[in-house]
């Protein structure tokens, strides 16, 4: 065995809880960048499915003309360029909608409701809604096209601000690291320094007895980080077997890709170098106090 | 080889524990250092195995000021220093043999000749059955007889020791002075701290002797 890893003592106070502690610092940041990766990649998601659907509304005060409306509505809408599909709701399909909020059976058959055309955009050419609108309060004139923009920017917003939270927990986590590490080390040159003194009057250099914390350290944060991946990952695969239950389309999957695999791993990796980093340069700086 | 001018030394904003120590040791010389307990003993041995630096005056060692010597170099002159000190510094968790090659393993030396040297050297030292001891489980006497290898194996150009024989009897005593009297023959300049007087009978040295932080000469050679 090499003799450098016997350099330091076994068991030492500074070292007994810093794997558990890099543990659970490496499970919330892999998580918290997992939660990161979800959200951008649902972003993407949502702003395909919603960039791609229109909507058009018709009530009238004269329900006699709504019919007419929507034929007039339909025939615009199909000859516009960059349309790929247009179809009216039936009555069926709108009452589909209002049973989550009313109940089962309970939208009567005089309740007044909107004819609803929904849209479907191909992805080239770009639909001009002006002119589209424009052309459609020709034909139909209490006819109202929603293009969910409105939603599309509230949803954007909503993720850009969960993606910045999920990084500041990251870099929250990786300050807590560096701080939990300086006072370990500290606590590991106190309990260790007959072997730093010695080392140091035997003319062993300040990187040598550097070298010797910074591997320790790199040991115990790579055991932890293993830990903390492990606890991480059985976490994530539940969220991902309930989020594919769930279903729906807003609902975020979490699926993990290979490449945001390789992302993950690089967590505990970097939680390890953070620390050896760490360890190397309090123990220099340490050393440098000495003659 | 090592000078001494006008040195004086203290601790942060305390009194001078050395006051105006003047002395020159030359390449292969062999010193006491004698003198009451709180005579500043220790104090000039740490100066002299650059643990401590002094407050005011020059200290030349191997031919570095050491006041302009930048503390990166100082390993590489403190590597020419041996060192057996009074409360021995052994490492605990190591084995004697490990604490005897560790001056040498840190220098880079082939490992498995370093072991078989190590391993002589406390065959030497009567510690042959001792190899993998720990200090814990050392007798007074054993470990300073460990301290001692350690303090040799690298073939010191300098070594220093603070009451090498205190814990020992007077056969291995006189067999660790024999062993100091080779190495000064082979040119090791050797300076030791002692209350022993009848060490300063049995070896031809210069004894230097300090009282109250102040160097005098009982006898120069």
Redesign the interface.
Known sequence: MDWRKNLLPDHRASGQYLPWVIAVMVYLATLAASAGLTVNKSLGQWRDDLTRNATVQIASARPDSVAQQVEAALKVLRAAPGVEKAEALSRGDLVALLEPWLGSGNVSNDLPMPSLIEVTLAPEPAVDFKALVSKLAKVAPDARMDTHESWIDRLITLARTVQAIAIGIVVLIALATVAIVVFATRAGLAADQQVVEVLHLIGGQDTFIAGRFQSHFLRLALRGGIVGLAAAATTIVMLARFTSELGGSFVPKVHISPFEILILLAVPLAAALTTMITARITVMRSLARIT | MIRFENVGMRYGMGPEVLRDINFHLRPGSFHFLTGPSGAGKSSLLKLM?????PSRGLITMFGHNMATTP?RK??????RIG?VFQDF?L????SAI?NV???L???GFN?EKVVEHAGELLKWVGLAERLQARPATLSGGEKQRVAIA?AVIGRPSLLVADEPTGNVDPAMGSRLMHLFQEMNKLGTTVVIATHDVTLLKDVEASVMALENGRLSFLSRR
Do not use: C, E, K, Q
């Open positions: 195995y650059l643990m401590s630096r503390r100082l390993p590489a002159l403190r590597r060192v510094h490492l605990d968790h190591l490990d090659a560790l001056p393993r840190i220098t490992d350690r």
